[in-house]
T-cell receptor
Framework: GEKVEQHESTLSVREGDSAVINCTYT??????FPWYKQEAGKSLHFVID?????DRKQSQRLIVLLDKKAKRFSLHITATQPEDSAIYFC???????????FGDGTQLVVKP | EAAVTQSPRNKVAVTGGKVTLSCNQT?????MYWYRQDTGHGLRLIHY???????EKGDIPDGYKASRPSQENFSLILELATPSQTSVYFC??????????FGPGTRLTVL
């Protein structure tokens, strides 16, 4: 089945800097790539997604890039703020079996 | 607004005991999921369901059963709980092509 790897287990940035979280996937049939955020002690919630018909998507300070040839996608958070501190999960789905495959998460710490 | 609730929020069980975790969604989603989250393992899929009456095995189904008696409800059952099942359990509804909505989680401790 699909395997999603998150390359950074932890990431520390200064407030105002950009943060980049990188993920790779194995199944060339994957075509939907969502990102989830989990704040300390809380549940996960959706933040942004990208589908394989585009290679870039932006929502306010969040940018997702998709490189289908390299089977790689990334989340860019610009002008980071302390409230961006959280665990971020990338995921991938082929649409079959009605399930998505999660990476192991990246702990982002934004230092003041 | 999409909503997923879980009960109980915290549970302490004894080894060998039976534990039932319940999940309810008001999103009218066909698909529902049970995950567990452990440090160092991210989220792991235990069971999922396409709709009422259906259950499917995920990646780590051993020691767990699931039940989907209705569109709204999805339960996870530990017939004989073991300390290795101590974890945080999340229920979600949604799909593989759209956003999944997660419940608040249940913290289970098996002594």
């Amino acid at each position: 089945g699909e395997k999603v790897e998150q390359h950074e287990s932890t990431l520390s940035v200064r407030e105002g800097d950009s943060a980049v979280i990188n993920c790779t996937y194995t199944d060339t049939a994957s075509s939907y790539f969502p990102w989830y955020k989990q704040e300390a002690g809380k549940s996960l919630h959706f933040v942004i997604d990208i589908r394989s018909n585009v290679d870039r998507k932006q929502s306010q300070r969040l940018i997702v890039l998709l490189d289908k040839k390299a089977k790689r996608f990334s989340l860019h958070i610009t002008a980071t703020q302390p409230e961006d501190s959280a665990i971020y999960f990338c995921a991938a789905s082929t649409g079959s079996n009605n399930r998505i495959f999660f990476g192991d998460g990246t702990q982002l710490v934004v230092k003041p | 607004e999409a909503a997923v609730t879980q009960s109980p929020r915290n549970k302490v069980a004894v080894t060998g005991g039976k534990v039932t975790l319940s999940c309810n969604q008001t999103n009218n989603h066909n698909n529902m999921y049970w995950y567990r989250q452990d440090t160092g393992h991210g989220l792991r899929l235990i069971h999922y369901s396409y709709g009422a009456g259906s259950t499917e095995k995920g990646d780590i189904p051993d020691g767990y059963k699931a039940s989907r008696p209705s569109q709204e409800n999805f339960s996870l059952i530990l017939e004989l709980a073991t300390p290795s099942q101590t974890s945080v359990y999340f229920c979600a509804s949604g799909g593989a092509w759209v956003e999944q909505y997660f419940g608040p989680g249940t913290r289970l401790t098996v002594l």
